[in-house]
């Protein structure tokens, strides 16, 4: 059964704005801090934004003012607004639901590309 189910990537030119979207079944998200994380090839996948399930917020430095971290408790959905895209932020984005108890989900991630 697939727990989180991601939507929203694509390519862009730099500047540009994309929306990524995280679905995810009610039993995972109403407990779970969502979040999303990114990995670029070569690189190591490195967190992007998270969001508790009292909506606090954190943000990598390198993307804090351009993209903003949003869920939607009646659709069990976390969102990330991305703007200002830059080639730099090329990476497959992953979602990923963290409960308090120590369960961890990923979904499959969505190819983000931001040509110059």
């Known amino acids: 059964q697939v727990q989180l189910v991601e939507s929203g990537g694509g390519l862009v030119q730099a500047g540009e704005s994309l929306r990524l979207s995280c679905a995810a079944v009610?039993?995972?998200?109403?407990?779970?801090?969502m979040g999303w994380y990114r990995q670029a090839p070569g690189k190591q996948r490195e967190l992007v934004a998270t969001i508790t399930t009292r909506g606090v917020t954190t943000y990598a430095n390198s993307v804090k003012g351009r993209f903003t971290i949003h869920r939607d408790n009646a659709k069990n959905t976390v969102y990330l607004q991305m703007s200002s895209l830059r080639p730099e932020d090329t990476a497959v984005y992953y979602c990923?639901?963290?409960?308090?108890?120590?369960?961890?989900?990923w979904g499959q991630g969505t190819q983000v590309t931001v040509s110059s």
């Open positions: 990923n639901a963290d409960q308090p108890w120590g369960v961890r989900y």
């Open positions: 009610s039993s995972i998200f109403n407990v779970a801090a």
